[in-house]
């Protein structure tokens, strides 16, 4: 019986150490021809690979990312930690933790994109990468760089006021009737701005110019360069409120209890303040020739990174329903079409996604090396 016994007990250990030895082999095979290789992609290569890394750091411009990082943890065992990084700190910690080779961002969803291309992936601090088996679901203007989501930005009105949107085409905001009656973010602090009228006259100059005639009833005939920089100047000699922040723009047209509130642009995360003691929001729906824009944010991994499989899994997560959950709550939507938007997300823009003008990364660095220009435009013209 003692002999048995012990032949039992060899057995068992036998085959807990084949287990372990077998687990072992599959993550160093996976190390050795990079497990995250589009040929040949095996996602329990990925994953055990990643379980043999140190922990990974994830930066994103929201808060989001610390629940994002908990539930990655959770489902695979991986420690992980979100830290909330702004969109302008993000491009000087990357680059600053790459020179000097100390990384704490492992992992980052970079949300000022065009120093992304200018800078970091130039001097080879980040690089992007797609999921090999989420690629036949991901649009290819959308994978290289990898685009993890998209947040929209949006015009919108005080329905306490009005039963729709008062407006129905971008020229009527340059019109007397709305004279300091338009709120906004200030494009002399905000970037994502001034990318926006560089991507509006790089790509949808035209129509820019077709929303002046169907507002006019004739052609726009401008001595400015471009229709776009007829709309932006005429837009900025009418004085319009710039804010600090989208809250306080949110604040300026979905306050209750005005008489003439603003209308304006803001991002569809403040529409989750709307409540009945609370702002009073609604979407633009139908504006010419958008009712709003698009802005991306790009999945990258530090280049320097130790724990590169890691990394690489956390943008994969993100890129699934699970993982970008918490975000496509405030309207942002993820890159990958079999990710549906949030059921609860209460703007509506969903439903009018043909109407927002898309981001084009092709054009990335010309919205950088412009950047200065079109602030130099806006403050040449802007009064209030």
Not at 212 to 230: I, N, Q, R, V
Request: with cysteine; net charge negative; proline share 7%.
């Amino acid at each position: 019986m003692t002999h048995l016994k012990t032949r039992r007990t060899v057995r068992n250990r036998a085959t807990l150490l084949g287990t372990g030895l077998a687990t072992l082999m599959l993550a160093q095979a996976a190390l050795a021809q990079n497990a995250w290789d589009a040929e040949g992609f095996d996602l329990e290569a990925l994953i055990a690979a990643a379980k043999a890394e140190p922990p990974i750091t994830a930066y994103d411009s929201t808060g989001k990312i610390v629940e994002i990082a908990a539930a990655f943890t959770e489902k695979y065992g991986i420690p992980a930690n979100g830290s909330k990084v702004s969109s302008g700190q993000q491009i000087e910690l990357l680059t600053r933790e790459g020179q000097s080779g100390n990384i704490i961002g492992d992992v980052a969803v970079v949300h000022d994109v065009p120093p992304a291309v200018a800078q970091l992936f130039p001097m080879g601090l980040v690089e992007s990468w797609l999921p090999p088996d989420l690629a036949a679901t991901i649009p290819e203007a959308q994978q290289d760089p990898l685009v993890v989501v998209s947040a929209p930005n949006v015009w919108a009105y005080n329905t306490e006021v009005y039963d729709t949107c008062p407006v129905s085409n971008i020229w009527a905001l340059t019109d007397p009737e709305w004279n300091r009656r338009v709120a906004f973010q200030d494009p002399l602090g905000k970037p994502s701005y001034t990318d926006w009228f560089n991507q509006l006259e790089t790509h949808f100059d035209a129509e820019v110019a077709a929303a002046y005639e169907a507002h006019y009833g004739k052609p726009l005939e401008t001595d400015a360069p471009t229709a776009t920089k007829a709309w932006l100047r005429a837009l900025a000699q009418n004085a319009p409120l710039l804010t600090d922040s989208d809250s306080a723009a949110g604040e300026a047209v979905g306050a209750k209890g005005q008489a003439e509130p603003f209308l304006g642009l803001v991002s569809t995360a403040k529409f989750r303040d709307n409540a009945p003691d609370g702002l009073q929001l609604g979407l633009c729906a139908g504006m010419a020739p958008f009712s709003g824009w698009m802005y991306p944010g790009f999945g990258v991994v530090s280049t320097k990174s130790k724990s590169p499989n890691a990394a690489r899994l956390f943008l994969r997560f993100l890129m699934t329903e699970e993982g970008i959950h918490p975000q496509t709550l405030d309207g942002k939507i993820s890159s990958n079409t079999e990710v549906p938007l949030h059921a609860e997300e209460p703007s509506g823009v969903g439903e009018i996604l043909d109407q927002m003008m898309p981001y084009t990364s092709a054009s990335a660095l010309s919205d950088y090396d412009l950047r200065q220009d079109w602030q130099d435009f806006w403050r040449t013209h802007y009064t209030r």
